[in-house]
């Protein structure tokens, strides 16, 4: 099966320093990558759309200043956490869409991210 | 805009035994497809079963089957048999029909599954 990974699987951080993550496609190439946040105890929440060789689309509320993505190649996309603060600790999950997908196809998810922001 | 609502915070089942989650939601769409994910403890998001919306038969995936009301805008999952691993978040979710649009997750119910 299609296999998605996320690194690091948990960061620790100071307030103000900036975080990367990382999601790769291991076995497939991904046109497009999401990225949700999931606080404790609550539902994924879209933050973006990740689309290779373009510019990323956020969701309404979200800062893309502060919350930077970058889908540089088919297998990778990245977001980094900027000026990162205690409320932006989250648990971070991505998910990965197979190049030339059907609608009958879904999403693959990766293990996620827990971030903590001291 | 699509909602997804789960109106059972938690639930619990005896081991053995069958449990129902209920799930609704809103659309104006036609054509939509309705999934519901497992999120165990590690957190993987893990896809249990889909239903496509122009399908009226229901979707079964073993020992997981939904009842899906269209016009109702209605999706349960009936869990049969339940497992020790079947402990877990369960998440419905809606999709509009092209693959590249985004999934709406429902808020979850946490199911505990008792020995």
């Known amino acids: 099966g299609a296999v998605v990974s996320q690194h690091p699987s948990r960061v620790i951080c100071k307030s103000g320093t900036s975080v990367k993550i990382e999601c790769r496609s291991l076995?497939?190439?991904?046109?497009?990558m999401f990225w949700y946040r999931q606080f404790p105890k609550q539902s994924l929440m879209l933050m973006a759309t990740s689309n290779e060789g373009s510019k990323a689309t956020y969701e309404q509320g979200v800062e893309k200043d502060k919350f930077l993505i970058n889908h540089a190649s088919l297998t990778l996309s990245t977001l980094t956490v900027t000026s990162a603060h205690p409320e932006d600790s989250s648990f971070y999950i991505c998910?990965?869409?197979?190049?030339?997908?059907?609608?009958?196809?879904?999403?693959?998810f990766g293990p996620g991210t827990r971030l903590t922001v001291l | 805009a699509q909602t997804v609502t789960q109106s059972q915070p938690e639930m619990s089942v005896q081991e053995a035994e069958t449990v129902t989650l209920s799930c609704t939601y809103d659309?104006?769409?036609?054509?939509?497809?309705l999934f519901w994910y497992k999120q165990p403890p590690s957190r993987q998001m893990i896809l249990v079963i889909r239903?496509?919306?122009?399908?009226?038969q229901n979707a079964t995936e073993n020992r997981f089957s939904v009842n899906f009301q269209k016009a109702a805008k209605s999706f349960s999952l009936k869990i049969s048999d339940s497992q020790l691993g079947d402990a877990a978040m369960y998440f419905c979710?809606?999709?509009?029909?092209?693959?590249?649009?985004?999934?709406?997750f429902g808020p979850g119910t946490s199911l505990s599954v008792i020995p």
């Open positions: 979710a809606y999709r509009r029909g092209t693959s590249y649009d985004k999934v709406i």
């Open positions: 998910s990965a869409l197979p190049w030339a997908s059907r609608g009958t196809d879904t999403q693959y």
């Open positions: 076995d497939f190439q991904a046109t497009t």
């Open positions: 659309t104006s769409e036609s054509d939509y497809y």
């Open positions: 239903q496509e919306a122009y399908k009226q």
